[in-house]
């Protein structure tokens, strides 16, 4: 047993995940996770233990190396950091769940649509969707949540696109997917699962007949019809991007709309320097790391890191909020910054397990964040920062309503 593990288990580790108490913050409590080290233990909430990584280099070090860490949830000791994931574990992956070379068989089936030239061919789209989202909430008027009337629609239209998905039915999947993501039981989670299942069920066999839009569409026709991928298999890889392309990409637009008012200095930055926009992008990527539990794995043989050795079977969480605050890596990495330049953070993690939708993300923070700020040029909020509710550690960072307002101050 080395030193680090006997001074952990003299006394209880201290839990993971936790609450934000601010919206643009880590917990207080991570403070426990932050020192000397690489892995620290953590208490999850059934009272099992795992690792936490928290350094900077060691968690791109993991996150590159497929051979120590599995992604498969079916494996005995992987973590299970909130009890909405207990009812999903057994049910089918999809490619964010397996590990190589079956992960990598399926992302290269969706990287067309995702890839850069695709997403710079959508950017008169998403543009044309902001002005009009901006525009409905002008006419409207203030105070109004910016989450249904601005975040939440224009990921939500641009992924549907994206996918083949109607946009008519933005309302069932946009709510089932809240049911997924925010679950109160582990029921709650398999019934959105189950409802989201039937749908792209019935809209594959659609599309397989008689042909469909959107990377669905060219899946079920190119793929399934011709024996390549199970239908279960687009079933649960467009279930992940349905839910992730619109969910957290709406929780980065309103959680950078509250940290740039909170910080008015370098919103005024951004404001007056156009080239600003895609090193604010980053910063707020980094600074936010909505996306904590991504990163959990289980050790899939014994291995060392940082000193510290973690054997086959421990349940580790590369914890992307703890690597991206790593002074090792950011100088005085608590700051925001904008014109920190820094584009090497793990926000949308590491290695083959990378994000696939990242630079559709960045276009549209890009698109959408500039537009909000310039055409509502005294946009702020209609309620206290500290009064806002925030989500619960074990899901994507960010707050389900976010009133706000502009003109003249009642």
């Given at each position: 047993?080395?030193?680090?593990?006997?001074?952990?288990?003299?006394r209880?580790?201290?839990?993971?995940?936790?609450?934000?108490?601010?919206p643009?913050?880590?917990?207080?409590?991570y403070?426990?996770?932050?020192?000397?080290?690489?892995?620290?233990?953590?208490?999850?909430y059934?009272?099992?233990?795992a690792?936490?990584?928290?350094?900077?280099e060691?968690?791109?070090?993991?996150?590159s190396?497929?051979?120590?860490?599995?992604?498969?949830r079916?494996?005995?000791?992987?973590?299970?950091?909130?009890?909405?994931?207990?009812?999903?574990?057994?049910?089918?992956p999809?490619?964010?769940?397996m590990?190589?070379?079956?992960h990598?068989?399926?992302?290269?089936?969706?990287l067309?649509e995702?890839?850069?030239?695709n997403?710079?061919?959508?950017?008169?789209?998403?543009?044309?969707?902001?002005?009009?989202y901006?525009?409905?909430m002008?006419?409207?008027?203030?105070?109004?949540d910016?989450?249904?009337?601005?975040?939440?629609p224009?990921?939500?239209?641009v992924?549907?696109?994206?996918?083949?998905?109607?946009y008519?039915?933005?309302?069932?999947?946009?709510?089932?997917?809240q049911?997924?993501?925010?679950?109160d039981?582990?029921?709650?989670?398999?019934?959105?699962?189950?409802?989201?299942?039937?749908?792209?069920?019935?809209?594959?066999?659609?599309?397989?007949?008689?042909s469909g839009p959107?990377?669905?569409?060219?899946?079920?026709?190119?793929?399934?019809?011709?024996g390549e991928?199970?239908?279960?298999?687009?079933i649960?890889?467009?279930?992940?991007?349905?839910?992730?392309?619109?969910?957290?990409?709406?929780s980065?637009?309103?959680?950078?709309?509250?940290t740039m008012?909170?910080?008015?200095?370098?919103?005024?930055?951004?404001?007056?320097?156009?080239?600003?926009?895609?090193?604010?992008?980053?910063e707020?990527?980094?600074?936010l790391?909505?996306?904590?539990?991504?990163?959990?794995?289980v050790?899939?043989?014994?291995?060392?890191?940082g000193?510290?050795?973690?054997?086959?079977?421990?349940?580790?969480?590369?914890?992307?909020?703890?690597?991206?605050?790593?002074?090792?890596?950011?100088?005085d990495?608590?700051?925001?910054?904008?014109?920190?330049?820094?584009?090497h953070?793990?926000?949308?993690?590491?290695?083959?397990?990378?994000?696939?939708g990242?630079?559709l993300?960045?276009?549209?923070?890009?698109?959408?964040?500039?537009?909000?700020?310039?055409?509502?040029?005294?946009?702020?909020?209609?309620?206290?920062?500290?009064?806002?509710?925030?989500?619960?550690?074990?899901?994507v960072?960010?707050?389900?309503e976010?009133?706000?307002?502009?003109?003249?101050?009642?």
């Amino acid at each position: 047993m080395s030193e680090i593990t006997a001074t952990h288990t003299a006394r209880e580790a201290p839990s993971f995940p936790q609450d934000r108490t601010c919206p643009y913050q880590p917990p207080a409590g991570y403070s426990e996770f932050r020192g000397e080290g690489a892995a620290h233990r953590a208490t999850l909430y059934d009272g099992t233990e795992a690792w936490v990584i928290s350094a900077y280099e060691a968690a791109r070090e993991l996150l590159s190396d497929a051979g120590r860490l599995s992604a498969d949830r079916q494996n005995p000791g992987y973590p299970i950091v909130s009890e909405r994931m207990e009812g999903i574990k057994y049910q089918p992956p999809s490619f964010v769940g397996m590990d190589p070379p079956e992960h990598n068989r399926h992302r290269r089936m969706m990287l067309a649509e995702f890839s850069v030239k695709n997403v710079r061919a959508m950017r008169p789209t998403i543009e044309s969707l902001v002005d009009q989202y901006i525009g409905e909430m002008l006419e409207q008027g203030g105070p109004l949540d910016l989450v249904p009337a601005f975040s939440l629609p224009v990921p939500s239209r641009v992924i549907c696109e994206i996918l083949g998905v109607p946009y008519a039915d933005h309302q069932f999947f946009q709510e089932s997917s809240q049911n997924l993501v925010q679950a109160d039981s582990p029921e709650q989670a398999l019934q959105a699962v189950g409802e989201l299942s039937v749908y792209l069920d019935d809209m594959i066999s659609d599309y397989m007949a008689n042909s469909g839009p959107g990377m669905i569409g060219r899946l079920a026709t190119d793929k399934v019809a011709g024996g390549e991928l199970y239908k279960h298999e687009l079933i649960m890889d467009a279930l992940m991007l349905l839910i992730a392309g619109h969910e957290t990409t709406a929780s980065m637009i309103t959680l950078s709309v509250i940290t740039m008012l909170a910080h008015p200095d370098q919103l005024d930055l951004l404001r007056k320097d156009d080239a600003l926009v895609g090193p604010a992008v980053e910063e707020l990527l980094r600074y936010l790391s909505i996306a904590d539990i991504a990163g959990t794995r289980v050790a899939a043989k014994d291995f060392e890191i940082g000193g510290q050795l973690i054997r086959a079977g421990e349940g580790v969480v590369v914890a992307n909020s703890l690597a991206n605050r790593d002074p090792r890596a950011f100088t005085d990495p608590d700051r925001f910054d904008i014109r920190r330049g820094n584009r090497h953070h793990v926000a949308f993690g590491f290695g083959v397990h990378q994000c696939l939708g990242q630079n559709l993300a960045r276009a549209e923070l890009e698109i959408a964040l500039p537009a909000l700020f310039s055409r509502l040029p005294d946009l702020r909020l209609a309620v206290d920062l500290d009064q806002l509710k925030l989500r619960d550690g074990g899901t994507v960072q960010g707050v389900n309503e976010l009133q706000i307002t502009w003109g003249a101050q009642s």
